[in-house]
């Protein structure tokens, strides 16, 4: 590649992870055709690729990738329409869209975000579909997140969209009144693509995800300053950004939780989570995300005490189990209550969140139950538990450190586990 391509496809690159939710907002906010809005900007980056390496990078690039996806737009709406019906489609989809040729692309995301909200939508499909179109995750990633094989996944949001389009839900803010039924998909969507980005903190892409769920998130907090469950995932996802830098040491390495430098956590990303936790409580309706931000309030506290509030832990994950029924609440509720009453009764409650195989893919489970059995000296089922969390981890940072804690097994009486990964 020529020296003089790499700023053009460098800015390409980055107006693509910055600005795609945005640029597929706009451009759907008339049309109501998320999958060709989708389509045309598609064709406009392929178009940027091509021309931006011999012209240089225009001076407004979100405002050439528009105008570009624009005119494939009006392409595709002349192809499938006739006599007045096209001339007054194309019209609209003009004069809506030529303001942002020269001057900043509005910003439609959240509107999109309970677009795809829609009671028309099928609940299950929700969050989905606000992730595949704000922040362009494909079938496959969706897919993997929600346990669901990516051609059916690929399906159900095709025909999410073609629902939006056919039944013309609006591009737009629902009423006050309507915003609660369609926020829980929202803040779900929100927090699966925090979750993506928080997975892999060595990869600038999902990094990204991180950033812009955080984004997300603090647009719904500014709409809605009174929905405690808003506030309280926004504060969630701070108080979890705020330990980025603390998650690997300096030569790379996986650091766990319990033994972070706190010096390395950013004291204002917790105090703003602190003092979003505090307004979501004076509300007095709690809620999923309300819980897990103080469950990490809880952790938080080791900055001062030395020690995490492991009594807190534990009720707080009591009080969310009770809510959600989740196994995966059930496996963390273990690993609290290992802390205030031992690693047998720790591992007596793996059992029961584990019982009928339903978490044997989940290497949470298997993390857990070998740090417990190692604590209990149950030696050998330590090792075959950290066999599988190392088989089931994608991370190689996170797959050197279980490594190591098997390993390490074999200094333990009656310790000699099997040293293949």
Not at 36 to 54: M, S, T
Request: glycine share 8%; hydrophobic share 50%; aromatic share 6%.
């Amino acid at each position: 590649m020529d020296a003089r391509d790499v700023p053009a496809h460098a800015i390409a690159t980055e107006i693509a992870r910055a600005s795609y939710g945005k640029l597929v907002a706009f451009l759907a906010a008339t049309t109501r055709d998320v999958a060709g809005a989708e389509d045309a900007l598609a064709e406009a980056f392929a178009a940027a690729l091509q021309h931006w390496p011999r012209t240089g990078a225009p001076d407004n690039p979100e405002g050439w990738l528009i105008a570009v996806a624009r005119r494939k737009l009006i392409d595709a709406a002349r192809r499938r329409k006739v006599g007045d019906e096209a001339s007054d489609h194309l019209r609209l989809i003009a004069d809506e869209l030529a303001a942002s040729e020269t001057g900043p692309v509005p910003d439609r995301r959240l509107a999109l975000m309970f677009a795809c909200a829609h009671p028309a939508i099928e609940p299950s499909i929700r969050a989905p579909l606000i992730l595949q179109t704000l922040l362009g995750f494909d079938a496959g990633q969706i897919g993997s997140a929600f346990l669901v094989a990516p051609t059916t996944m690929g399906q159900r949001l095709a025909r999410a969209k073609n629902k939006i389009r056919r039944a013309g839900i609006p591009f737009r803010m629902p009423e006050r009144e309507d915003l609660p039924e369609r926020l829980d998909a929202v803040l779900e969507a929100i927090y699966a693509a925090f979750a993506e980005g928080w997975s892999d903190p060595d990869n600038p892409r999902r990094r990204n995800l991180s950033v812009e769920a955080i984004w997300l998130g603090r647009l719904v907090a500014d709409l809605l300053p009174a929905e405690p469950e808003a506030l309280g995932l926004l504060a969630l996802m701070l108080y979890s950004d705020a330990r980025r830098a603390a998650r690997r040491d300096s030569d790379g390495r996986y650091v766990p939780l319990a033994e972070q430098d706190v010096t390395r956590w950013d004291e204002a990303a917790i105090a703003r989570a602190e003092g979003l936790l505090r307004a979501a409580s004076a509300l007095a309706i709690p809620g999923r995300f309300q819980i897990e931000a103080a469950i990490q309030s809880a952790h938080v506290v080791r900055r001062r005490t030395g020690r995490a509030d492991w009594g807190a832990i534990e009720r707080l994950y009591d009080a969310l189990l009770a809510l959600t029924g989740s196994p995966v609440v059930a496996v963390n509720r273990a690993v609290a209550v290992a802390q205030t009453q031992g690693p047998l009764r720790g591992l007596a409650l793996l059992d029961e969140a584990a019982a009928g195989g339903r978490l044997d893919g989940y290497q949470s489970l298997w993390a857990a139950r070998a740090e417990l059995s190692a604590r209990a000296g149950h030696v050998a089922e330590a090792a075959h538990a950290y066999q599988l969390a190392i088989g089931l981890e994608s991370d190689p940072a996170v797959r050197a450190f279980l490594i190591g804690r098997r390993d390490a097994l074999a200094t333990q009486p009656g310790g000699s586990p099997s040293k293949t990964a």
